[in-house]
Nanobody, 120 residues
Framework: QVQLVESGGGLVQAGGSLRLSCAAS????????MGWYRQAPGKQRSLVAV???????NYADSVKGRFTISRDNAKKTVDLQMNSLKPEDTAVYYC??????????????WGRGTQVTVSS
């Protein structure tokens, strides 16, 4: 059974930094894209950043220049370094991964989320 577990969330003042980590475990054949999403109260879940197995990245415009996504294929982890945090970054952050458990079986998996709160 595949599981994604996030860590690193917390409370930080505006202008500060946090580093989120996500570890995948279970019966995994291949992890394709991995990414981070966030959801603030009253808003839809939206993409923060995504990274392919080859290391190509894409970011939401609102976080470009401030956040950096990275992954370690051997460790099956993906991280999100968040700098210059703003109050509007406050949200629950979710890890997402496109995972094949076999050659022919492929699904999206989600972590349970970690709270990031940025105070003004």
């Amino acid at each position: 059974q595949v599981q994604l577990v996030e860590s690193g969330g917390g409370l930080v003042q505006a202008g500060g930094s946090l580093r989120l980590s996500c570890a995948a475990s279970g019966s995994i054949f291949r992890i394709n894209a991995m990414g981070w999403y966030r959801q603030a109260p009253g808003k839809q879940r939206s993409l923060v950043a995504v990274i392919t197995i080859g290391g190509s990245t894409n970011y939401a415009d609102s976080v470009k220049g401030r956040f950096t996504i990275s992954r370690d294929n051997a460790k099956k982890t993906v991280d999100l370094q968040m700098n210059s945090l703003k109050p509007e970054d406050t949200a629950v952050y979710y890890c997402n991964a496109d995972i094949q458990t076999t050659v022919l079986s492929r699904s999206d998996y989600w972590g349970r989320g970690t709270q990031v709160t940025v105070s003004s």
